[in-house]
């Protein structure tokens, strides 16, 4: 008896060791996720401003007229597109720039990949609050994380 109550303290001991090294690691993991998303979009905006007449993605159309939308974002990102911003099925002639992504990414923290579209003229939130995968404007072709927190150096997310 006192044997399996030795085993048992002991695993105990190890579990708690072990438990919170294991939270550290999904956290981090997560940070570096992010970071490597938040690359990947900010590469595909600049890309993709410079093969469409210097309209940034999120325009319907290429219309820098309409308001941005998620969606515009989304095909323009993942279809094939002419020079004026038109979107199109892989491999529909005449449609021969893109895709550039083959889905656009999901924020690790909250699994989102929706993006808030900043008016032209307006300012970026002031505080995330994960109601979207990601915050963009199009204006500036700035893009940031929809998350509130902060990693272990006390860098906010948001400020990726």
Known sequence: MMEILIVVVLLAVLATIVIPSLAGSTSSARE??????????????????????????????????????????????????????QTAPRG???????PYLSKLPRNPFNKLDTIQMVADGADFPVNPDASHGWIYKPATGEIRADTPGADGLGRAYYDY
């Open 92 to 98: 529909t002639p005449g449609f021969g720039r893109g």
């Open 32 to 85: 570096s996720t992010l970071t490597t998303n938040l690359k990947l979009l900010r590469r595909f905006i600049p890309v993709y401003t410079s093969h469409h007449l210097e309209v940034p993605p999120g325009y319907p159309d290429g219309d820098t007229t309409a308001a941005p939308t998620d969606q515009a974002f989304r095909d323009q990102a993942t279809l094939s597109s002419d020079a004026g911003g």
